[in-house]
């Protein structure tokens, strides 16, 4: 088996982390390939990028936490390689598992004893005035908000060509199951089965309460447009990642991604453990 890795370089106790991985997995006879930016910062040759890394390897290894999962499904591309993120600390609702057990990790590779979670990825198209197009990909959101202005924003949300609604907000979320415990959930969004074959679009403080967050099937379009050109530009973000300004004139369509993510999983490593660890359930 060929094994590459990722890692937030910038997380204290990254490079031990690496390095451990490494002896782990090298100790039980696999491949194992680093990104440029682990083999750097581990004074290795021959890092690739992340769509070599993608092409080179069965698993790709992503150390870190939540956010260093979004921003490597951006790095390794479309891709439908397994991907297992190993928390540097403790465990996020993305990771396989902490850097505690990585020989834990190791051993059910060779075993092949896991499961895959398959998470539906969305695809953004922002279409200027001019007609020029952008395309991005998210595993959690997109977000289109207010810019500078502290004022509430008026933006439409259409969902299949049919008016959905005129949102007077701080902004509208348009969400993947997996991204339901991320802004979606800060925004009073429901928290979502990554199973789920649906979308959830939240609006962000809405000016009026009955405005409320509404499941749609992930086979549907959303479009969402500034309405006013005084309260434009606002701000269009991908997984918190890219910000692009978005003027009065530009559309913004939302779909199903053409991909998925494969989402590595341990026995006992489940999303629900996940739900009752990170939102600290206890029962009656």
Not at 198 to 209: A, S
């Amino acid at each position: 088996m060929k094994v590459g890795i990722i890692a937030n370089t910038g997380k204290p106790g990254a490079k031990a982390t690496i390095e451990r991985l490494l002896g782990v997995l090298t100790a039980r006879g696999m491949t194992v390939h680093l990104d440029h930016e682990a083999a750097t910062f581990c004074g290795l040759p021959d890092g690739l990028d992340g769509p070599g890394l993608a092409e080179a390897c069965d698993v790709v290894a992503v150390l870190g936490g939540d956010g260093t999962m979004l921003n490597a499904v951006a790095k390794l591309g479309a891709s439908a390689k397994v991907i297992a993120g190993v928390n540097i600390g403790t465990l996020g609702f993305l990771t396989s598992c902490t850097d505690d057990e990585v020989d834990i990790f190791a051993e059910a590779l060779i075993s092949g004893n896991y499961k895959t979670s398959r998470r539906t990825l969305v695809t953004a198209t922002v279409t200027s005035a001019d007609g020029s197009e952008r395309d991005f990909h998210a595993l959690n959101e997109v977000v289109l908000a207010r810019g500078q202005t502290g004022r509430l924003v008026s933006l439409s949300a259409y969902v299949d060509g049919e008016l959905l609604n005129h949102y007077r907000a701080d902004g509208l979320i348009v969400s993947t199951p997996t991204g339901s415990t991320a802004y979606s959930l800060s925004a009073g969004g429901p928290l979502i089965s990554p199973a789920a074959a649906v979308f959830v679009i939240t609006p962000i403080c809405p000016h009026t309460l009955s405005q409320r967050s509404l499941i749609i099937g992930d086979d549907a379009e959303v479009e969402l447009a500034p309405e006013n050109a005084d309260e434009a530009p606002m701000l269009f973000t991908v997984d918190g990642r890219e910000i692009i300004t978005i003027h009065h004139g530009d559309r913004i369509r939302v779909r199903k991604g053409a991909h998925a993510l494969n989402l590595l999983r341990l026995p006992g490593h489940s999303f629900y453990a996940a739900l009752r660890q990170k939102l600290n359930w206890r029962g009656g």
